[in-house]
């Protein structure tokens, strides 16, 4: 048939034994066995697809296996054909001048003939399919300037063959703007990374018939499956806490409703509210075990604010998760680590198993080489954090599925079969928070199930939340604590739960004006040989009280977020080491931590006294956390220790920030802080036992704070106007249901669609320059440059200044030596009399020159 001996699919770099070509015939074939080995292989994806579109199972999987052996009907066209320009002179193709990519050609195709060939009624499903390189593709106008009669009539043969094969679709028409079209474009999108391995799927002579060359692909696809890891372990029939912790462990009231809930099988948001300390960690596994078990699921993923906290979770899962599973099913679960510096966890690289290698060429965005991608797959990108069946890692990763970003709806598809657990779920910006509702929204439409943690949540923010899984916000009326809400159907449950013992206290507040006064309380406290931190709102400020306490108290560790990687690392971990749970006495007598907000999410740490700069009330809380957060002995009365200006007299703007001069930029919102120092006063100190968290919070961040000082309502009414703001943008950059279709602005490439707002900030690579020699920080060769990079605003940085004109060039080489499309900045540093501090240079965006200091115990600092 000319549809298979005249028309290439794939062709690369020739490999002994394979041929020359592989026919697009053949291709597309492999691709609709790769769909078709996902179905059996994980039925739940077919079974929940068939509830949300009504269709039975048999009718699903045609359309869905036709879907997918058109996925690139467009390399018939004659411009495709030409991108190599031998086989296409070889088959006697005309030329086409139209540079439309294949998809986009394939879409013109296929609206053409859709009636004829009776697919009308999955029009959309074609539409997604032709989309698989990552975003919708465009319309265009004239089939005719890609695409010749001639290949019409052979493409159309080919569709013919492969409804004849896959047999006839029912006519129903499948309602538009549902959750399905991203399904079929995320499992297209797959399929076709697997069906694209040339080790799976070996370049072939087109010398055998469809049907013949369907019994082959099948069972390469099955073989597949298996190299690639996509089979899934069952759920394990019974989990409990005894299950996670051991067979002395007892569970807490929360832990005991998890054990106690039956789900059935379809889309649930739980909102599980409780504070440190309560066991919502492991209440969270055992409520996702039981949504995997109902069939809700096959597997989770734990989206936490840093990668700092997912790396801590990841250290307390990585030996427990498989718990969750069977282990008698012949395949093991996969546990994944997923951010932007998951390549030097240690533990995590040593689970990877070896994969195949990678490398590819590029053609236009359409036609890019699908081997990378798979390679990349099944190695190391973050693309595939869903399709493993554990995986935690930073909010950002699961944001990414709601983003017009290329490839998000494979991220969407495969997190619809995993347990959203959204942890610290207070620590969000307006900004994420509006963008994880859209993420909710999709996770719901996908028949997909969330969990969101907090200990403190607004009422306002578990509305929005609720509303996206469909419930009426207006009734969750619970005002208990702990407090559960379940929605599932547009139905809301909520359910009031016993505390810990030992988890809520009343913490009694002291303020202190001035950040000298905690500074010496704080060491009066580590010469009685007890351990301390103050947590200061912006490195500057710590960095100041830092120097100052360093040179009278040498036990005295900084922490904040402006080390080199490496630095940070090493940091971080020595903090959870002498600081957290096993940290010993000797460890800790004596030590204070001068930190910033780094502390006060998901660290498990534990200090006998500490100190803060005020705060918005929710951060207060969770710093207040890590104050005796475990049993010791010795230990005096627990009191938070609060800087702050004073909440009488006369209040004029500037009341916080002539206290704070850096502070004042972290958080604005100084009448929030008023109101949050307001209720420590009026409540005497952070009350958790003798009344709820709610009463701490609602009067700080609730629709009616009530009256504040006029000059900081003012600077309010901004802040809030900021917050507004914020709200707007993310409106504007997320996606909704309906925005898979063409030529969808969001989709340029111009448009920059963060995860998160914020300053923005340029990476910097740290380099030592002495005697001639440029050396990455951290360490030698390709890790040690990455360990060595560290991120500053760009408003305080354009560019880095080499040291002289030989460092330059030196900077330039290496630089180069990287192939990187954009290569990071390199900021040289050069030896000073002090041992352990370097200097280097940038240049700010006003043009001046400033000079900076490092150092591994202080980080990056400005002269």
Not at 275 to 293: D, F, P, S, V
Not at 667 to 677: E, H, I, K, S
Request: with cysteine; charged share 25%; aromatic share 8%.
């Amino acid at each position: 048939m000319n549809y298979i001996t005249r028309y290439w699919g794939k062709a690369g770099a020739v490999r002994a034994g394979e041929a020359e070509w592989h026919p697009a015939a053949y291709h597309c074939l492999d691709v609709a066995a790769v769909m078709e080995a996902l179905l059996r292989t994980r039925p739940h994806w077919r079974a929940a697809m068939a509830r949300t579109t009504a269709l039975p199972e048999d009718d699903l999987e045609a359309r869905l296996l036709i879907s997918a052996a058109l996925h690139d009907i467009g390399k018939f066209a004659e411009n495709f054909q030409h991108k190599v320009p031998e086989l296409a002179a070889r088959a006697g193709h005309v030329p086409k001048d139209s540079d439309a990519g294949h998809g986009t050609v394939g879409w013109a195709f296929l609206k053409k003939y859709a009636v004829p060939l009776g697919l009308e009624g999955m029009a959309d499903w074609l539409f997604a399919s032709v989309s698989h390189h990552g975003t919708p593709v465009d319309v265009l106008k004239t089939l005719s300037n890609a695409m010749s009669p001639a290949a019409e009539v052979e493409a159309l043969r080919f569709a013919e063959k492969m409804i004849s094969l896959f047999g006839r679709p029912g006519q129903a028409a499948l309602p538009r703007h549902t959750g399905e079209l991203w399904r079929v474009a995320g499992l297209t999108i797959l399929a076709d990374w697997v069906g694209s391995n040339r080790d799976w799927f070996p370049y072939r002579e087109p010398d055998m018939c469809l049907e013949d060359y369907w019994s082959v692909t099948r069972a390469a696809a099955a073989l597949a499956l298996d190299k690639t890891g996509l089979r899934e372990a069952p759920a394990a029939p019974e989990v409990c806490l005894a299950t996670l912790l051991g067979a002395g462990a007892h569970s807490s009231p929360l832990q005991a409703w998890a054990e106690r809930q039956t789900p059935v099988n379809g889309p649930h948001l739980y909102l599980v509210e409780d504070l440190t300390g309560a066991g919502k960690t492991e209440a969270a596994l055992i409520l996702a075990h039981r949504l995997m078990r109902a069939g809700a699921a096959e597997g989770l993923y734990w989206a936490l604010p840093t990668m700092a906290t997912a790396n801590g979770l990841y250290r307390r899962l990585h030996t427990v998760y498989h718990r969750l599973f069977r282990h008698d099913a012949g395949c093991r679960p996969s546990l994944v680590l997923a951010h932007s510096a998951r390549d030097l966890n240690d533990d995590f690289q040593l689970s990877i198993e070896n994969g195949p290698g990678d490398g590819f060429s590029r053609l236009n965005e359409q036609d890019v080489c699908a081997e990378a991608n798979c390679a990349a797959f099944i190695a190391e990108d973050r693309k595939k954090t869903f399709l493993a069946q554990v995986g935690i890692g930073t909010l950002d990763q699961a944001l990414l599925g709601a983003l017009p970003v290329r490839h998000q709806a494979l991220r969407l598809a495969a997190l619809s079969r995993r347990v959203l657990i959204i942890d610290e779920a207070h620590a969000y910006d307006d900004y994420m928070s509006k963008g994880l509702e859209h993420l909710l929204k999709f996770q719901k439409a996908l028949g997909g199930s969330s969990i969101v943690l907090s200990a403190t949540l607004t009422q306002a923010q578990k509305r929005r939340f609720a509303a996206a899984y469909g419930a009426d916000a207006n009734a969750l009326a619970a005002t208990g604590f702990p407090l559960t809400t379940q929605v599932y159907n547009g139905s809301v449950q909520e359910e009031t739960h016993a505390s810990v013992r030992g988890t809520r206290r009343d913490l009694p507040c002291r303020q202190f004006d001035h950040p000298d006064h905690a500074v010496e309380a704080l060491l009066g406290q580590a010469r009685l040989g007890r351990c301390g931190v103050y947590i200061r709102n912006s490195v500057r400020e710590a960095l100041e009280t830092y120097r100052a306490l360093k040179s009278r108290w040498d036990k005295t560790l900084l922490f904040h977020a402006r080390f080199c990687l490496g630095d940070r690392l090493a940091r971080e971990t020595d903090i959870l080491n002498r600081f957290g749970k096993e940290g010993t006495a000797d460890d800790r007598a004596g030590w204070i931590v001068i930190a910033t907000q780094v502390v006060e999410q998901s660290l498990d740490l534990d200090f006998d006294v500490m100190a803060s700069d005020l705060c918005p009330m929710d951060l207060l809380i969770q710093r207040a956390g890590r104050l005796q957060r475990h049993e010791r002995s010795a230990r005096p009365d627990p009191v938070l220790w609060v800087v702050a200006p004073p909440l009488e007299g006369d209040i004029q703007e500037n009341w916080y920030g002539a206290l704070f001069k850096s502070g004042q930029y972290v958080y604005p919102d100084a009448g929030q802080l008023w109101r949050t120092l307001r209720v420590l006063k009026t409540m005497g100190g952070l009350v958790l036992a003798s009344a709820s968290p709610r009463a701490l919070i609602e009067p700080v961040f609730g629709d009616n704070p009530g009256d504040g000082p006029p000059a900081l309502e003012k600077i309010g009414l901004k802040a809030q106007a900021k917050r507004d703001a914020a709200r707007g943008m993310a409106h504007l950059n997320f996606l909704t249901i309906k925005d898979f279709t063409p030529q969808k602005d969001a989709w340029s490439r111009d448009v920059q669609t963060p995860t998160r707002l914020g300053d923005p900030t340029i990476t910097l690579r740290l380099a030592t320059w002495r005697d001639g020699h440029l050396e990455p920080w951290a360490g030698e060769g390709a890790r040690g440059w990455r360990l060595s990079e560290i991120s500053v605003r760009s408003a305080l940085c354009e560019a880095p200044l080499p040291p002289d004109a030989a460092a330059a060039q030196a900077i330039t080489e290496t630089r180069a030596r990287w192939q990187y499309p954009d290569p990071p900045s390199i900021l040289a540093v050069c030896p000073t009399e002090q041992a352990d501090v370097w200097q280097g240079r940038w240049r700010d965006p006003r043009g001046n020159v400033i000079e900076i200091r490092y150092s591994a115990r202080n980080g990056l600092w400005r002269l």
